[in-house]
Each structure stands twice: as C-alpha cells, then as structure tokens.
C-alpha cells in the first residue's frame, strides 16, 4: 500500500515544538527530531478509536502494551524478553534521568561519548552526578569510540555508561564487535549500561543491521537497561510513551524506586499509539525507510555538489545528519542559517568538539528539504570570497 510522504498538514499554530519555535518567521525548521509526516494509518484510527471511549481516566499498561512490546522485539531483533521486565516512561530523557539517580549517587561518574544527543550530556548533571564525555574518534570517514581514551577516563567511581545505538547525531550503527567492546569496557569496571535504541528501526544503511545490545548475553543483558520507544519512528513523540527492558531484577527494583513520584502513570494515548504502531505499522515504516534514504541521498549529492566546503560523513541511521560546517569559519552556524531561511541545531549543543558543526533532520518532504538547502547554498555562496 502507498503512503504519501510528499503532502502533510501545515504544522503552524498547533503547539509544534519544532515549527512553533520560528512562528512569524520565515524559516524552515529542520532541527528537533520530529518528522513531517502524518503517523502510520493504524495508528491514526487506534488513537480516534480511544478518543471515542469518552474516558480519559489514569490508564497503566495491560497484557497487550506488554505483549506486544515482547512480540515486536522477537520479531524485529529476535531478542527474547519477558513481560514483566518493561518499565514505561513518559519518554526516554525522564528514563535517562532516574538512570543516573538509581545507579551513580551524587558526585559519582556517569560516562558518555560525544557528540550525542544532549540530554545525555545534561540529565546526569542535572541529577548531581559527575559527566564524563569521552570524543568519538573520527578516521577515515568512519566514527568509532576511542578505547584508550575512554580507559585513561574511567574513574573508579564511576557507575554508568549511556550507550547511544545508533548514535545520534553521527548516525553510526554500531557492529556486534563494537557493542561487544562496549559490553566488555562495562563489565571491566563494573558499570550498569545504559542503551538508548530509540531509532533502532531507522537503519538506511543496506548493510548495517541494528543489534540490542542486552541481546548479545546473559552477563550483558544482566548490566543492561534497553531503552525504546515508537516515537522516533512512526512520528508519536508528543504521545509521551517510552519503556526501559530490564532484566536484572535487582537493577529493575532501583530503576522503580528511583522513579518513585516522578514518574506516574502514562498517558492513555501513548499506548493506544504504540501498540498500534508495533502491531500495524511495519509496512509504513518499510515506505517510510525508502523515503528517507532518498532523501539523505539527495542531501548527500546536493552537499557534494553544491554546498561546499560543507561535508558529510556518510550515515547508516537516523534521519539527523551531522554537516561539518568548519571550513565556513562561521562562529554562530545557528544564526547564519537561520538568517537564510533554515533552523538547523548547532554542533555546540551535542558537546564541545560539536563546535562548527550542525545537525539537519531530513525527515520531511523533498520539497522542504530541496527548499531549505537551496536557501542554504545562498547563504554559503555569499560567505565565499
Ligand atoms: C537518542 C535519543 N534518545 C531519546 C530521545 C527523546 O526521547 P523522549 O522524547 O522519549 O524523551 C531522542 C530524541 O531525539 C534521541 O535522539
């Protein structure tokens, strides 16, 4: 069945984070990770389904949230979980933040390599807890984490490393052999891991193939939180419904307690949304990898062709990508995109060595894409000489 991707409502003036951010002005916003795109079918129908009950009362997660939650990780990454090892969330920062509360006490080490999405960066220092960010090292167009600096970095109490696969905002999908390192580096000095998969099924790459790091053993899974949602995927982040799968019980139990009173109960829809989207909207997602791997294609020959001395690492993931913008010698990339027209996020954010990058989310359709890096190459033919 076709899915139109190239039409979707105007999005002004309807609480849009992303859009509501440039009202007024005429700006394409290409930043926060949030598609333009309607959600699957199914998931449309599931959600005026609920609507219709006529009752919002406070909603906890049935046998089917978590049932379907098992079947979809069987089925796509053929991991085995049990249900009573899903935790809810109303979305995966909240999760990151009672991760670094239930496992580091304040002052102790919580590691993470950048650039990453920047939650990660803030949540354990807005819980008190010491950050260690470790640069990714970048060799021949290929990311990778850099294992003597992550080992000279380790401190003796450090307690938690936040994993993020694929990575935001490089677009890495990390091998077996590399979540492996990643497993033995925790197990070595004893950390809990902490694995963000939320855009495990936005692989663009033909070869790459996602892996849930807990899925690699038993000595892993035991040190391992999974933490997911629908809502990168089939566009439901403003459902606010996110799950950590914890096997450990010992890890679960810190994991409730340290939520105790922050996190309640879910919102209603956020169900409803999810569990339509993993029981129905695999042939959409399929439409909609398609879509996006069109669109990161365009984006690459336009940078090569157009854009210089802008340049692009090639990514297996994601709809993010990660522009160096360093050869422009422009300090405030943000500002001068935005006065061509384009709301892009600044490298900066996702942590120092982020500097003179931008990331551009090309999940939206050509139209816009093609739009906003036209507006782009004006800008960038005006800064040469
Ligand atoms: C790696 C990663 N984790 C988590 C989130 C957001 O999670 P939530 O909206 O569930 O809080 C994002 C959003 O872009 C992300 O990229």
Same mark, same amino acid.
Request: charge should be negative; hydrophobic fraction near 40%; aromatic fraction near 10%.
């Given at each position: 069945m076709p899915f139109d991707f190239s039409t979707v409502p105007d999005r002004r003036n309807t609480g849009s984070l992303k859009w509501d951010k440039y009202a007024g002005r005429d700006i394409l916003p290409l930043w926060v990770a949030d598609m333009d795109f309607l959600s699957p079918p199914p998931v449309m129908e599931a959600l005026c389904a609920r609507a219709e009950h006529g009752i919002y @009362?406070? $909603?906890?997660?049935? #046998?089917?949230?978590? %049932?379907t939650v098992v079947e979809y990780l069987q089925r796509q990454y053929g991991y085995a979980i049990k249900p009573e090892w899903i935790v809810w969330s109303h979305g995966l920062v909240p999760a990151l933040s009672i991760a670094c509360r239930a496992y580091a006490k304040e002052g102790e080490g919580v590691m993470v390599c950048t650039p990453v999405y920047p939650p990660m960066l803030s949540c354990p220092v807005n819980m008190g807890r010491k950050l260690i960010a470790v640069p990714l090292k970048l060799e021949n167009e290929q990311w +990778?984490? #850099?294992?003597?600096?992550?080992? /000279? %970095?380790v401190t003796p109490d450090t307690r938690v490393f936040i994993l993020c696969s694929p990575h935001n905002p490089i677009g890495r999908v990390w091998s077996r052999e590399e979540l492996g390192q990643v497993a033995q580096f925790c197990a070595k000095h004893n950390l809990v891991l902490v694995s963000d998969e939320i855009h495990c099924d936005l692989v663009l790459d #033909?070869? %790459? /193939?996602? $892996?849930? $790091?807990? +899925? &690699? @053993?038993?000595?892993?899974? *035991?040190?391992?939180?999974? =933490?997911? %949602?629908? +809502? /990168?995927? !089939?566009? &439901?982040?403003?459902?606010a419904c996110a799950f950590s799968v914890i096997a450990d019980q010992k890890l679960r139990s810190a994991f409730v307690q340290a939520a105790q009173g922050l996190v309640t109960e879910i919102n209603a829809f956020g169900y409803a949304g999810t569990i339509a989207a993993f029981q129905h909207g695999e042939p959409w997602r399929r439409e909609l990898i398609a879509y996006l791997r069109a669109n990161r294609d365009?984006?690459?020959?336009f940078v090569k062709a157009r854009l210089a001395p802008l340049k692009l690492v090639?990514? =297996? *993931? $994601? !709809?993010?990508?990660?522009? #160096? *913008?360093?050869? &422009? @010698?422009?300090?405030?990339?943000q500002k001068f995109f935005e006065d061509a027209g384009v709301g892009l +996020?600044?490298?900066s954010i996702f942590g120092e060595e982020g500097r003179g990058y931008v990331r551009l989310n090309f999940g939206c359709p050509r139209a816009t894409l093609e739009e906003a890096l036209v507006r782009m190459e004006r800008a960038v033919k005006g800064k040469r000489p």
């Open positions: @009362g406070y $909603t906890v997660p049935n #046998d089917e949230a978590r %049932a +990778s984490f #850099d294992w003597p600096a992550l080992e /000279k %970095a #033909d070869i %790459a /193939k996602h $892996t849930v $790091t807990a +899925s &690699l @053993g038993p000595e892993v899974e *035991a040190r391992t939180l999974t =933490q997911m %949602a629908a +809502s /990168k995927t !089939y566009n &439901l982040p403003g459902l365009f984006l690459y020959e090639p990514m =297996q *993931a $994601t !709809y993010l990508a990660w522009i #160096d *913008a360093r050869a &422009l @010698g422009v300090d405030n990339l +996020s600044p490298g």
